[in-house]
């Protein structure tokens, strides 16, 4: 996932390069299905690189219809626990269990979101920054879905 400055391409550039970091970051979950063992952390790293490659195909549709459904439906900013802040980025091993699976996604999705609120700013007035306050969202959710994931498996009430 590359390092954006707050400027905006053409339509078609700006949606290449998010086709390509989605890609990137099925990727990555694929590299880490096919190095992890742990049948848990294993499925939690499908469910994460079928979201990209939902993501990746919305955005090829947003390229051929020259825009995207949905985009700006944006309702309100989804919070998150921001845990991405509190685990440790650390790659997985073949050893790694769902608790280390949880971390490394919510990375992967945190980045993701970076990038996506990067564009969105840089974007801001202009017709495709729509799609990306909506790729913003959709990351958003995922983010806080394992993040809620993880809270409900692995962090304990005192």
């Known amino acids: ?87 440790a980025k650390k790659e997985l091993s073949p050893n790694s269990d769902t608790r280390e699976a949880l971390a490394y996604a919510i990375h992967l999705e945190k980045g993701s979101m970076d990038f996506y609120k990067r564009m969105s700013q840089g974007c801001a007035g202009a017709p495709m920054a729509g799609i990306f306050e909506k790729m913003l969202a959709d990351e958003a959710k995922h983010l806080q879905q394992l993040e809620d994931l993880y809270e409900e498996h692995f962090m304990t009430e005192n």
């Open 1 to 87: 996932m590359s390092e954006q400055g707050a400027v905006c391409y053409t339509f078609e550039a700006a949606v290449e390069m998010a086709i390509q970091m989605e890609e990137e970051g099925f990727r990555h979950y694929l590299a880490a299905i096919r190095k992890v063992k742990h049948k848990g952390a294993r499925e939690i790293l499908k469910e994460a690189a079928l979201d990209e490659l939902e993501h990746k195909h919305s955005l090829e549709q947003a390229l051929l219809e020259g825009e995207m459904e949905g985009a700006g439906a944006l309702d309100r900013q989804i919070s998150t626990m921001n845990l991405g802040y509190v685990l």
